[in-house]
């Protein structure tokens, strides 16, 4: 399905690259990976056993992050190709998100991977909403939608100038 | 404020106290401890320097992490308050998220504690609607939302039986 894509988070520039959620560069950071499958878009994460809620199910916070973080890749992904764009051409997009709403369907059993499905339901402007579910053993358990906001460039300048915060 | 009081998260039975949001025996948790002001809740947190979005911003999975704990204790104290009970009376009172809400006001800064201040919006049987509010340096930076729902009497169990999962 996606073994010959990157994942959207590593095309992100070095500068909006530090997330918690899904930044290559945070080390103690989730490290959320995203990719397209047809129109959707997939990520695989396996919690660690203390992202726990309860024993024996996954925290609703680290299953709010996810889905945050699959959503604004997904929006980035979406912005590359509604633009005609390959995802490693300049400038860079990159998104935030306005708006989380997750829905917790039945509970999630921690142990074993989870999917986290995304789709595009608009994109308006520097806005785009996608849909997410996250998926354990084939069955849905979490609902969300993400409401992403393009952020400017001039937060992504990949021009190494000498006065450059890094 | 809160001096005289011990956080609600700290009254949770240990069965139902290994939440990495606000779990007091959740070692690689949040441990975010919540009491009451009034009749709003208040919790305070101090994002670690990984807790990051973009550099120098607080990541919003963190935050919807902490709206979330923040949600489903002050439903808790709710509870209690309602029913004219102690929160160290039997049997225990403990709720989990059906579903949250977070809307991302404005860019929370990082390295500062963060308040999250919490409204009871409604009680209705079993659920409990809690508002939220997550400022920083005097500002709101986010608002939840979270409709808790009280978990059964029967997962949190104190009696010390022979065939305990504990």
Same mark, same amino acid.
């Given at each position: 399905?996606?073994?010959?894509?990157?994942?959207?988070?590593?095309?992100?520039?070095?500068?909006?690259?530090?997330?918690?959620?899904?930044?290559?560069?945070?080390?103690?950071?989730?490290?959320?990976?995203?990719?397209?499958?047809?129109?959707?878009?997939?990520?695989?994460?396996?919690?660690?056993?203390?992202?726990?809620?309860?024993?024996?199910?996954?925290?609703? $916070?680290?299953?709010?992050? *996810?889905?945050?973080?699959?959503?604004?890749? @997904? !929006? #980035?992904?979406? +912005?590359?190709?509604?633009?005609?764009?390959?995802?490693?051409?300049?400038?860079?997009?990159?998104?935030?998100?306005?708006?989380?709403?997750?829905?917790?369907?039945?509970?999630?059993?921690?142990?074993?991977?989870?999917?986290?499905? $995304?789709?595009?339901?608009? *994109?308006?402007?520097?806005?785009?909403?996608? @849909? !997410? #579910?996250?998926? +354990?053993?084939?069955?849905?358990?979490?609902?969300?939608?993400?409401?992403?906001?393009?952020?400017?460039?001039?937060?992504?300048?990949?021009?190494?100038?000498?006065?450059?915060?890094?």
């Amino acid at each position: 399905m996606h073994m010959d894509q990157r994942a959207f988070q590593d095309y992100y520039p070095d500068e909006v690259s530090h997330c918690y959620g899904c930044g290559r560069l945070n080390e103690r950071g989730l490290k959320l990976k995203s990719y397209w499958d047809g129109e959707e878009t997939v990520a695989t994460f396996f919690p660690k056993p203390y992202h726990m809620a309860v024993p024996g199910y996954v925290y609703g $916070g680290l299953l709010a992050s *996810i889905v945050d973080c699959h959503g604004t890749g @997904t !929006a #980035a992904a979406a +912005a590359y190709r509604a633009e005609g764009r390959a995802m490693d051409t300049q400038p860079p997009i990159r998104f935030v998100t306005a708006s989380l709403r997750v829905d917790y369907v039945r509970p999630t059993p921690l142990g074993m991977p989870l999917e986290i499905r $995304g789709k595009v339901k608009k *994109i308006e402007g520097r806005k785009v909403v996608v @849909t !997410a #579910a996250v998926s +354990a053993a084939g069955e849905v358990r979490v609902r969300g939608e993400v409401v992403a906001v393009r952020i400017p460039e001039s937060w992504m300048s990949r021009d190494a100038s000498a006065d450059s915060p890094r």
